[in-house]
Each structure stands twice: as C-alpha cells, then as structure tokens.
C-alpha cells in the first residue's frame, strides 16, 4: 500500500517553523494627534535606511529578494505591501522584524537594527528620508497611509471574518493536520483500541489524544468542509506577499472539489469501515494535488525551490 503523502508531508516533516501572524490592531492616534506621522513625513535618516540596507543584504536577501521583491517570503515594498500595512504604524514593522525575523533565527537582531531595517524597507517604499533617524520612542506615532478598509461585521453580530494567516499559514495550522487524520488512516484502524493513557500526542496515533478514533476522524472531515471555503475569502495572501487567486475560476472549482470530497469523507467516516476509509486517502491527496501543481508546486522562472524559484513562483493568477 502506497502512501500518498507526497510533498505535502515532506515539507511538513521538514519541520519548517513560522511564527504566526502576531494580532495587532490599529493604534488610535486619538489624543497624540500633535506627534502622529505618515511615513510620508521623512521619519528617517539616508544614513540610517545605508546600514539597514547592509543588514538586509546579509541576513534578509535569501527570502525576501534583492529589491525587496519577494520570494520565499513576501515582497517588502510596492503597493501590495504598503496597502496590507495600512493604518498599523512602524512599531509594529520593527516588533515583526525583530521578534520573528530572520525566519530561522528570530530575536538575533538588536532593536537599533531593526529600526534600521525598517528604513531601508520604508525607502525602498518610495517613502522619502528626513533629517533625523527613526528612533524607538517615535515608532508609534508613525503610520503608514491608511488603505484597507474595515472589515465588514459577520451576519451574525460583532466577529468579522477577515484573513490574518497568509495561505501557507492556513495550509499548515488547519487544512494540513486534518488531512494527515484520512492520510494516516492507511496505517491505523480508528476502531482500533485506544491505548491506556497517557497516551503520546503522535500524528500516527491519530494526533489527536482526547477526541480519539472514529470522533476525531469524524470531526477531521468536518472541519475541512466548513474551512476549506476560507481558501477562498478575499484579501489573504499568499506567504510571498501575492494576493491569492481567489478569482481565478481553476482554484475555484480545486477548491469547492475539496468541499465536494469532505462530504464524502464523512460519509466514509460515519460508515466506520477501515477500509473503506483507507480507500479514500488517495483520492484526498490527489484534491490537493489539483490545486497544488498549479498554484503551489510551480516555478516557471526555471529556478530551484533553494533559488526560492518554486515559492516565488507560487499563486500565480493563471485562469
Ligand atoms: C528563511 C526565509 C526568511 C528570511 C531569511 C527572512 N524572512 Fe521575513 N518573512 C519570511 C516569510 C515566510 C514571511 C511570511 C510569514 C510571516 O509573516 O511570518 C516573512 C515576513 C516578513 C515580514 C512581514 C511582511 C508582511 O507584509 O507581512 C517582514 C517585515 C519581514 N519578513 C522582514 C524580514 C527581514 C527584515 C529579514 C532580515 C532580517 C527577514 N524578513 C528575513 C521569510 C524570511
Ligand atoms: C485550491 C487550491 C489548494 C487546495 C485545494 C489545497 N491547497 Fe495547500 N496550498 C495551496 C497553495 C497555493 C499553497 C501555497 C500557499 C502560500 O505559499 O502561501 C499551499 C500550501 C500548502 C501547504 C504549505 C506547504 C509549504 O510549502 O510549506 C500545506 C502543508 C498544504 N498546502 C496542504 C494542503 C493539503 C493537505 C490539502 C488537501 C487536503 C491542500 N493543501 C489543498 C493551494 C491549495
């Protein structure tokens, strides 16, 4: 019997850690109206944006191009970025830099050069320097030009749905562990005896240690059906800063067939049969598969996934 993990696994055993999107809100510059600036208003100094440029060309260059562009992770510059950091000020440009980046090594970075960082990339924004260097006390007061406009409340009251994740990020912390619940169900009878506790939190051992067995795959084919829409809410990017093609009808349909196919999974799932279970791991993987080889597992640049060809390439809007 074949696993059809694929690469999806593969990345996922690579282990690849990302932060999570910090929850910030939008500071009310209410009262300090006297202090608040755009980023418009030469908040920095050339010197300043000089020595950040040299600390990206070290420690930034690998994922985020040499202009700022965008490969494995998102473009730093260019309407895309400016307009997504809209309203939220530079203290929360220099927190997300120094408290997660670089990726692999967060917190490797003194405040001063992440302030330093912050200006080169507001430059590489086209935002103008000024006379003085950014400094930290100043972070808050300075914003960039507002742009998204609010989200609009749920028809249920007061929670809007607005995407924070970036798509990978969606990917990883939803649609990934509970796929892994059907891939795993080629290996583990979900009727099988639960083990006497305590027992392991082991993704082969269903992942899942309170809700177990048949509850837990049951739930899996439920939470992908009602989260695999959110592939599609709009404004969500992509982890290398593209809108993701929410309009394009090939990951509408790649979309709505893994609704379609979760469905049936639960149907499977209230069957309780192992086996028939087992069958229908393949055609998961291959629902997956549809949307990945066109959105996700392309490089047209002809560069390697190491040259980050593969992730810039990524969410591309093709019909
Ligand atoms: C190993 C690849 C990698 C390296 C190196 C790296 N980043 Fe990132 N960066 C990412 C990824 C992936 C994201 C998207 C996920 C996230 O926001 O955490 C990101 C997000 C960001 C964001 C948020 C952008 C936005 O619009 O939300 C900023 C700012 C940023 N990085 C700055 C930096 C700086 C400055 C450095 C160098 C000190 C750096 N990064 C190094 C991969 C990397
Ligand atoms: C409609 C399109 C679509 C479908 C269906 C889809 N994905 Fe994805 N997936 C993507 C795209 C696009 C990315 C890249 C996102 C990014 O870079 O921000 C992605 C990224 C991922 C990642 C992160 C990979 C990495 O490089 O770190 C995982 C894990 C993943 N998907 C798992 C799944 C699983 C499991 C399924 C099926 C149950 C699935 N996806 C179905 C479009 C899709």
């Keep these: 019997m074949r696993i059809p993990l694929g690469p999806v696994a593969v990345r996922g055993a690579l282990g690849v850690a990302v932060a999570g999107y910090a929850l910030v809100g939008v500071f ?22 000089q020595r950040g440029q040299q600390l990206y060309q ?27 950091w809209g309203g939220r000020s530079a203290a929360v440009l220099v927190d997300k830099i120094q408290n997660t980046m670089p990726l692999g090594a967060p917190g490797s970075l003194m405040r001063p050069q992440a302030i330093d960082i912050a200006a080169y990339i507001l430059q ?48 990883r912390g939803v649609t990934f562990p509970n796929a892994n619940i059907f891939f795993n169900a080629q290996l583990k009878d979900p009727g099988a005896e639960k083990p006497k506790a305590p027992v392991p939190f082991d993704y082969v051992l269903w992942g899942q240690t309170v809700y177990y067995g048949w509850q837990s795959v049951d739930q899996a084919a439920l939470a992908l059906q009602e989260t695999t829409p959110l592939f599609l809410l709009p404004g969500r990017r992509c982890e290398n800063g593209r809108p993701v093609p929410v309009g394009n009808a090939t990951y509408q349909r790649t979309t709505q067939a893994l609704v379609d196919l979760s469905r049936e999974l639960y149907k499977v799932a209230q069957s309780r049969n192992h086996e028939a279970l087992a069958g229908m791991a393949e055609r998961l993987n291959e629902a997956c598969d549809a949307c990945h080889r066109i959105y996700r597992d392309v490089s047209t640049s002809g560069k390697s996934v190491s040259e980050g060809g593969v992730s810039a390439d990524r969410c591309r809007q093709v019909p």
Excluded: W
């Design 28 to 49: 009310s510059l209410t009262g300090h109206a006297g202090q608040a600036r755009s980023v418009a208003d030469g908040v920095y100094s050339a010197e300043q944006a």
């Design 58 to 84: 070290a420690q930034c260059v690998a994922c985020h191009g040499d202009k700022l562009q965008g490969l494995i992770g998102p473009m730093l510059t260019g309407e895309a970025f400016v307009s997504a």
């Design 124 to 171: 590489g924004g086209s935002f103008k320097p000024g006379q003085t260097a950014l400094a930290d006390a100043a972070l808050r007061q300075v914003t960039f030009p507002a742009s998204r406009p609010a989200a609009a409340p749920a028809a249920g009251g007061g929670v809007a749905l607005a995407p924070t994740a970036n798509l990978a990020q969606l990917m």
